[in-house]
Nanobody
């Protein structure tokens, strides 16, 4: 059973930065992909960024140039560095990984951008 444990998040002012972490109980190199999603109340979870094929990274247009997805393979951890945060980035952020045709999700972490 794969476990993804998230940390980070919190309250930040517009223009500020936060970094989220997603630690895996399994070697992350075994995942087909790892992703960050976010969700606001009443809305579906939307893809923020994903890493696949080892080092290919895709970003949603809404975060391109502001967010950076990275991994520390030795620590089996994925990160999301969020810069120049906007009020509309406020959401619960989830990490997700796919292995052996099974999706696994982190527990979610709240990010609130407010002055």
């Amino acid at each position: 059973q794969v476990q993804l444990v998230q940390s980070g998040g919190g309250l930040v002012q517009p223009g500020g930065s936060l970094t989220l972490s997603c630690a895996s109980s399994t070697n992350i190199l075994s995942f087909y992909y790892m992703s960050w999603y976010r969700q606001t109340p009443g809305s579906r979870r939307d893809l923020v960024a994903t890493i696949y094929g080892g080092n290919r990274i895709h970003y949603d247009d809404s975060v391109k140039g502001r967010f950076i997805l990275s991994t520390d393979n030795a620590k089996n951890t994925m990160f999301l560095e969020m810069n120049n945060l906007k009020v509309e980035d406020t959401a619960i952020y989830y990490c997700k990984a796919l292995i052996d045709n099974n999706d696994y999700w982190g527990q979610g972490t709240q990010v609130t951008v407010s002055s």
